[in-house]
């Protein structure tokens, strides 16, 4: 089982910063939009209990996300429901904490990698691949909002 922690203050307000990592099309840079990466809500009109949010690769789903709890702008949480390579996710929350100096952002996720998709070895290597993104994402983040 990884737990999964990772945070970064960003010089913007916390109404922000929550709406720009709420929104699942910021997920995805250029880059990645380049290479078939899309990402956005799935029938429905956006972030609230409930919606669901998806990245996509070439037409492929890549992950799936149910939003669970929704607290603007202090916290929100969701439940990957279908991802690639398969994982047992058991929860993920961002939590927004006003500062002085702007916001501080908390990312906590908790998941594991069944044995069919590698087990304790995938849990090593995907650990480090989604602290990776998760740190890319709050970076991102950051240069879109402290211009």
């Known amino acids: 089982m990884v737990q999964l922690h990772v945070e970064r203050t960003i010089a913007a307000p916390a109404s922000r910063v929550f ?8 997920f995805t840079s250029s880059v990645a939009s380049w290479i078939g990466f ?3 809500y799935v029938g429905g009109p956006g972030p609230e209990i409930g919606a669901v949010r998806e990245v996509n690769w070439l037409g492929k789903t890549w992950f799936r996300e149910e939003i669970t709890a929704y607290d603007r ?22 939590t927004f904490t006003d500062l002085a100096d702007g ?6 996720s908790t998941f594991t990698y069944p044995l069919r998709t590698g087990g304790k070895a995938m849990d090593a290597i ?11 994402i709050l970076a991102r983040c950051a240069d879109a909002l402290e211009r």
């Open 19 to 26: 709406d720009w990592l709420a929104e699942p099309a910021n």
């Open 103 to 108: 916001t501080h952002v908390d990312w906590v």
């Open 73 to 94: 702008p202090r916290s929100y949480s969701y439940l990957v429901t279908r991802a690639f390579p398969s994982v047992d996710h058991l929860d993920a929350t961002m």
């Open 126 to 136: 995907g650990s480090r691949l989604v602290r990776r993104s998760f740190l890319s």
């Open 38 to 40: 899309t990402a956005g």
